[in-house]
């Protein structure tokens, strides 16, 4: 029980603070009240014995004639007329050896065998109090022809000065509650007042170290209170700023890192296909010769012998493969860029529509649909017209090759800004197979192919990849298994010198 006690106390330095302050002003209250209690006593004590002096002073002189009677019946008449006085309660005579008269009010039983003071020990013309069980008493000698011979004894109750006492603890124990239940009103206001701030503070902390960067505590003091809630809004702000550059350095850094491994992949990309292309060129060139005079002797052999005769088909066979090796010969050209480029300002909608038709003539592609999306306000592109449809040839033959049978591919442009300059983008998207992640990488390296039973010789897109490459341009590919593929071309938006004068002048 104490510990659940201590630990609500613990809790929370506002209930410290007016246990602490309705303490202190307990103690302090009771310390009072006793002081005050005890003052009050004594200062009651001596206004009773400074009445009880006088009035024992007068009464002696009586009762010093009424010993010159030696009557005792006269000592008590002259004892009577001080407990007129209500403060008084009894009186009496004595001498060493006995109670001489006695006098109490109504109500007092006095006790003869109570101890009485020696008169040896009293000094004349001089009053001495003493306690005496509940009463105080004061004590003066009677002189009478000039000896002490009796002494006089008046007695006041000490439950006068209880009775005062417990009215003044009784005033003090109210105006003690009123100042504690007032202290604890002013501690309940002052310690929310105080510690509300720093409750604030407590709050903001905690949500501070749960990730909201965003909290901020009010400032309603210029006192160190309000200072430490200041610097702590200057704290969450510094925190939040360097968090801000912190995801703004990392975003960059991932930016420039997959930028990096983007232009490492081309890069080794170029590489090959520059290697390969160097070699293409000089086998292409090496082999056309002789790839010549096969087939002009194949020929030469089918002429000069009768249809009927066996070799015919053997002939037939060769003048075919003959005839496929230079095809391939010519892709490794076109690979190579020996092509000559004649650049013109074409609109791409229509060079893609054109394309399409030409496309669905094909065997491959009859049942090939489309599902156009393009932006009309494409600017005019400077690109070879000739090689990019062979681009976009390769692209629609490889969508339907995919699809492998009825199936729509869908052809997007629109135009983009990158780095402040202005591109052209192109997709298309169909609905195939799609291709497996080990393929992405190598689909534009020369004589890579996916396509099964010698279907492609491989160098369609290594020769649409050079093609977009010398353009300025891109080509990307991303693909999910089952679910298709999409084939991105950018070209930059570029203005011929010439044409750009004739605008100016047209202008």
Request: a negative charge; hydrophobic letters at 45%; charged letters at 25%.
């Amino acid at each position: 029980m104490l510990a659940r006690i201590a630990t609500f106390i613990d809790a929370s330095v506002g209930r410290r603070l007016a246990i602490g302050l309705a303490t202190t002003l307990l103690a302090g209250l009771a310390l009072c009240t006793s002081l005050f209690v005890r003052d009050e006593r004594r200062e009651m004590q001596e206004i009773l014995f400074e009445k009880g002096k006088t009035a024992i002073d007068i009464t002696s002189m009586r009762i010093a004639r009424a010993l010159d009677t030696n009557s005792r019946l006269n000592l008590e008449e002259e004892l009577r007329p001080v407990l007129e006085d209500r403060d008084f309660d009894y009186a009496y005579v004595f001498d060493d050896t006995r109670i001489l008269a006695t006098a109490s009010d109504a109500g007092v039983v006095f006790n003869p065998q109570m101890p009485r003071p020696l008169l040896g020990s009293l000094h004349p013309g001089r009053q001495t109090p003493r306690i005496a069980g509940e009463y105080m008493e004061i004590v003066m000698p009677v002189e009478s022809n000039g000896r002490t011979a009796a002494g006089l004894a008046l007695g006041v109750s000490l439950d006068l000065m209880a009775r005062q006492g417990r009215r003044i603890r009784l005033r003090l124990l109210l105006v003690t509650a009123g100042l504690i239940s007032s202290a604890l009103v002013v501690s309940f206001w002052w310690t929310r007042r105080m510690l509300g701030p720093l409750l604030e503070l407590t709050r903001g902390a905690q949500r501070l170290s749960a990730g909201d960067l965003s909290v901020r505590v009010p400032v309603d003091s210029i006192d160190e209170i309000g200072s430490l809630a200041t610097t702590f809004n200057q704290l969450a702000d510094s925190l939040q700023r360097t968090i801000r550059e912190k995801d703004r350095a990392l975003t960059e850094t991932n930016r420039l890192y997959r930028n990096l491994k983007v232009a490492r992949a081309r890069l080794g990309r170029a590489e090959r296909l520059s290697a390969v292309g160097m070699l293409a060129a000089g086998v292409s060139h090496e082999l056309n010769n002789p790839l010549g005079i096969i087939l002009a002797t194949a020929g030469n052999l089918r002429e000069g012998l009768d249809a009927r005769n066996p070799w015919q088909e053997d002939i037939a066979i060769i003048e075919q493969e003959t005839e496929r090796c230079r095809r391939i010969i010519e892709g490794l050209l076109n690979f190579a860029a020996s092509g000559e480029s004649d650049p013109v300002e074409v609109d791409i909608n229509a060079l893609l529509r054109e394309t399409f038709a030409l496309v669905v003539r094909d065997e491959r592609a009859r049942n090939l649909a489309a599902a156009w999306a393009l932006d009309p306000h494409l600017p005019l592109l400077l690109i070879d017209p000739r090689q990019m449809q062979q681009v976009f040839l390769n692209l629609l033959l490889n969508a339907a090759d995919a699809m492998d049978g009825p199936g729509v591919v869908t052809v997007r442009s629109a135009e983009s800004i990158d780095g402040g300059q202005r591109k052209v983008l192109i997709e298309f998207i169909d609905g195939g197979s799609g291709i497996h992640p080990n393929d992405l990488d190598h689909i534009f390296d020369p004589f890579y192919t996916t396509k099964k039973g010698g279907a492609g010789y491989g160098l369609g897109l290594a020769v649409s990849y050079g093609i977009v490459a010398g353009h300025g341009g891109e080509i990307t590919v991303a693909s999910e298994l089952g679910r298709g593929s999409t084939f991105t071309i950018t070209l930059p938006v570029r203005f011929d010198a010439s044409h750009a004068q004739t605008h100016e002048h047209m202008r």
